[in-house]
């Protein structure tokens, strides 16, 4: 969860010529924007750049965490998050609440651009904006946008984007990249949409589940690869760490995602994590002389980790 904290009362918001605050015009006009990079245009039209420092950063423990402090004229918030991303978009995020709060206006605006607004769901006036939104309330990892396929005539083109949101992945298709875009955030919104506050399947589980690969489901694989790790020593020299990481997590179908760690560790070797898109997530620290021997580090900690929750009964 996101915290903030006034040092001092928050200064009166600057408004343009026309009379309107800046930044509901840059959250109306560009609703499929980072907390962050809201924020940054706030303060490049209020000439308070914002400031973040990370007041925090454990990563030797299971899951690790990051702390960041934003600092945007006379308000200061902060954030945390399993990422150092994920830490900054929180603490902006809380940034831009006081900041919206003190305007009076909505964060969850309408797109200009949707055809009739008044026929559309709420929670689907701008579908980018409100997945970015549940997103960030949840802690998982932002929605990534590819545009996979572009054809048709001239007159008629036809985009094909993917959005990928952790496990799982919906395309959507339009005139327009940014219609394509849409069509591809409102699908998971839909998939979403059934599963109520009231409900004890959380969305968190709802995703973290979405790929099937459990403690109880490792533990009972008949999977050729699992089993072998079962059986392995992981101590044998010249062993692939990576690529027998690899080939358990296409197995038993989970996804890994080395994350490289910029500041040295205390006897300075680079470092890296290995994320695992099992069910509990799963998060190990490699260390080495270099960035390709963190990553080998981290996938035989993770390999190891696994080892010992195989075996259990």
């Given amino acids: ?41 706030y303060g490049m039209k209020t000439k308070n750049i914002p ?73 689907q006036l701008n579908p980018i904006g409100s997945l970015q939104e549940l997103a960030i309330h949840h802690g998982w990892r932002l929605p990534e946008y590819t545009l996979s396929q572009e054809g048709g005539p001239a007159h008629k083109r036809e985009y094909t984007t993917i959005c990928r949101l952790e496990s799982f992945m919906e395309t959507g298709k339009g005139a327009s990249k940014k219609q394509a875009k849409r069509n591809a955030a409102e699908k998971f919104l839909a998939k979403f949409s059934n599963i109520s506050p009231e409900n004890h399947i959380s969305l968190t589980n709802m995703v973290g589940h979405s790929l099937g690969c459990t403690w109880h489901s490792l533990r009972n694989s008949p999977g050729e690869k699992i089993n072998l790790l079962k059986r392995s020593l992981l101590s044998l020299p010249n062993t692939d760490y990576i690529q027998l990481l690899s080939e358990i997590a296409k197995e038993q179908g989970f996804t890994i995602t080395y994350l490289d760690i910029e500041e040295l560790s205390a006897n300075g070797q680079y470092q890296c994590l ?31 980790y696994l080892k010992i929750i195989a075996e259990r009964k």
Avoid at 16 to 26: A, H, P, Q, V
Avoid at 64 to 81: L, N, Q, S, Y
Avoid at 275 to 294: D, K, Q
Wanted: with cysteine.
């Fill in 1 to 41: 969860m996101s915290h903030s904290r006034h040092r001092t009362e928050a200064p009166p918001l600057e408004r343009e010529d026309s009379g309107t605050f800046s930044l509901g015009k840059m959250i109306t006009a560009k609703p499929g924007k980072t907390p962050i990079q809201v924020l940054h245009e």
């Fill in 51 to 123: 400031v973040y420092e990370c007041e925090r950063s454990d990563v030797q423990i299971h899951v690790p965490t990051f702390t960041f402090r934003v600092t945007v004229g006379d308000i200061t918030c902060t954030g945390e998050g399993t990422s150092k991303k994920l830490a900054k978009h929180r603490a902006a995020e809380a940034a831009i609440n006081i900041l919206k709060a003190n305007a009076s206006i909505c964060f969850a605006v309408p797109d200009p651009l949707m055809p009739d607004p008044s026929k559309q769901p709420k929670n």
């Fill in 274 to 304: 290995a994320e695992l898109s099992t069910s509990p997530i799963t998060v190990c620290h490699g260390s080495g002389i270099s960035c390709s021997n963190a990553q080998s580090d981290a996938a035989h900690n993770a390999l190891q």
